[in-house]
């Protein structure tokens, strides 16, 4: 009798046991209720704002001994900027500025958007000031983030213009000797361009001396 109870008692657990295993196996058809929540490995989407376009970079005009503005020398080439850049040959293509970047002004120099402005004015494109001078990350990130397929020239302070290029993904001793702009040379015109995916192109670089010619 006893053995036969026990026999009973295991056939019972055996039951129990495989019906427990058969809930654990059934699946609840909503998603969420069943699943690990993991978001998906989406690579980030490269900055768009260099992709086809090209960045002219200047000096700002000639400088004072005191002041924030520009002498009677650089305000005349400020003037001609307003001719100049609004249709820029460059290796063959013809360049149509569409924007306007100039650095930030301070309490000691207003030079670089005193430049543009009569460009600016001429064809109704504001000039931006989205950076101070030292920050030409903050530059070339502002620059990336903006829309695709531009033409864009920049006003900067010279001693700050090799490191901007080197911002911009290229290599400033390729247009600059030591990476540097010289103190004393208002008439260059660094051109960087990139292709459609953003890449900096040499090939399709180069700095211009304002009378149109590359500069050796």
């Not at 000691?108 to 504001?126: G, M």
Request: proline share 7%.
């Amino acid at each position: 009798m006893l053995h036969k109870t026990i026999f009973l008692l295991s056939v019972t657990i055996a039951a129990l046991s495989g019906a427990a295993s058969a809930r654990a196996a059934e699946v609840d058809p909503r998603p969420s209720a069943n699943a690990i929540s993991v978001a998906p490995t989406v690579a980030a989407a490269p900055a768009s704002g260099l992709c086809g376009s090209t960045v002219l970079i200047v000096r700002h005009a000639e400088k004072p001994d005191e002041g924030v503005g520009l002498t009677p020398a650089g305000e005349a080439r400020a003037a001609a900027y307003a001719r100049y850049f609004q249709s820029f040959p460059f290796k063959g293509a013809m360049l149509h500025v569409d924007t306007l970047v100039a650095a930030a002004d301070t309490g000691h120099s207003e030079r670089p958007r005193l430049t543009l402005a009569p460009l600016s004015q001429a064809t109704a494109i504001p000039v931006q000031q989205p950076s101070a001078s030292e920050d030409v990350g903050g530059l070339a990130n502002w620059l990336r983030a903006g829309s695709a397929k531009r033409t864009i020239l920049v006003s900067w302070h010279h001693s700050k213009i090799g490191r901007l290029v080197g911002a911009l993904g290229a290599d400033p001793r390729q247009f600059l000797f030591l990476g540097r702009w010289p103190p004393s040379v208002y008439n260059w015109v660094v051109v960087l361009h990139f292709d459609a995916d953003g890449n900096f192109v040499p090939s399709s670089s180069g700095l211009v001396k304002e009378d149109g010619t590359l500069a050796s």
